[in-house]
């Protein structure tokens, strides 16, 4: 792993969730942080300019309270934001992958992956992430 790993955010408003991605993206190679809802995130993550890595990855549940991810995504990329966002649901069906895309996102992750697959994900996203 590097000595300055890309660092992936984390935006759910399950507790119980974002410990897993995070651990899964500690074995991914990433530095995590996370956000129990969309707000903080979007403090954090401000108008920019963004620190390199710092996130490489944005990972956005697909259903919180009083938003949607796709609705999150498409204030994330208004931001100016231009790196990696991802939805992570816990049902894949092509209407949400059409309207995720639509809204700026990369893909989706389905959170019924195994862990070792969650990891793999998103290895290969720190990848694309420092490419």
């Keep these: 792993m590097d000595a300055c790993p890309k660092e992936l955010w ?4 399950c507790a119980l969730t974002r410990k897993v991605v995070q651990v899964h993206g500690h074995r991914g190679g990433f530095a995590c942080r996370t956000f129990g809802d969309p707000e903080s995130m979007m403090n954090a993550l401000g108008t920019g300019p963004w ?32 790196g990696l966002v991802y939805m992570h649901t816990a049902t894949i069906f092509p209407e949400l992958v059409r309207r995720a895309v639509a809204s700026g996102a990369n893909g989706v992750i389905a959170k019924s992956q195994s862990g070792e697959k969650i990891a793999s994900l998103l290895s290969a996203m720190r990848g694309l992430a420092a490419g």
């Excluded at 984390?10 to 408003?13: A, N, P, R």
């Excluded at 549940?61 to 994330?76: A, K, Q, Y």
């Design 10 to 13: 984390i935006v759910d408003d």
């Design 51 to 82: 620190f390199e890595g710092r996130p490489g990855v944005i990972l956005v549940d697909s259903e919180m309270p009083g938003t949607c991810g796709t609705e999150v995504v498409g204030r994330i990329r208004q931001s100016g934001f231009a």
